[in-house]
């Protein structure tokens, strides 16, 4: 069963990503900020330090951060036209050429055991496969037939760890 082919909008994934990774990390960018604040009570010149931190070393980390998830191969492969075929053992992804002249990616092959956890939104599903933010993959939901869809669930929620809700 293989969908249709399907890319994910660039702008939607990396605003996910950032504030995924804002989530994560947000005491790292407050903390520094709030111990400053703290001390400009007691010294007016620590208001300089907020300022440098906000308007200089912040834009300069987050830049940074950004051009390392922007530039992973991961991230380049989700913003790639792709098709995915499903299969019993997982998901083969083929990623098609944006122009004739440009250069192939190889495809790649997910197994179901791969799969950590996903998220479920109304449009689509994301299956996350290792720690980092982008070790995720985006299936929308228009591009699957029916079919292909119980596969992929049936196995999603197969490998995903099982709780006990007693």
Do not use: C
Request: aromatic share 10%.
């Amino acid at each position: 069963m293989t969908s249709n082919p399907f890319k994910s909008i660039p702008q939607r994934y990396i605003h996910k990503l950032a504030t995924e990774w804002v989530a994560r990390h947000w005491l790292v960018l407050i903390a520094p900020i709030t111990a400053a604040i703290i001390w400009a009570i007691m010294d007016v010149r620590a208001i300089y330090v907020v300022l440098i931190l906000v308007f200089i070393v912040y834009p300069l980390a987050i830049t940074f951060v950004w051009f390392n998830y922007a530039l992973s191969p991961r991230s380049i492969k989700a913003i790639t036209e792709k098709q995915v075929t499903v299969v019993d053992e997982g998901l083969k992804i083929d990623y098609l050429p944006a122009r004739e002249d440009a250069p192939a990616i190889r495809s790649d092959f997910i197994a179901w055991r791969d799969v950590l956890s996903a998220e479920f939104t109304p449009d689509s599903i994301d299956l996350i496969l290792g720690s980092k933010l982008d070790d995720r993959i985006n299936l929308p939901v228009d591009s699957f037939s029916d079919a292909a869809w119980s596969v992929i669930m049936k196995n999603v929620s197969s490998a995903l760890p099982q709780t006990d809700m007693d």
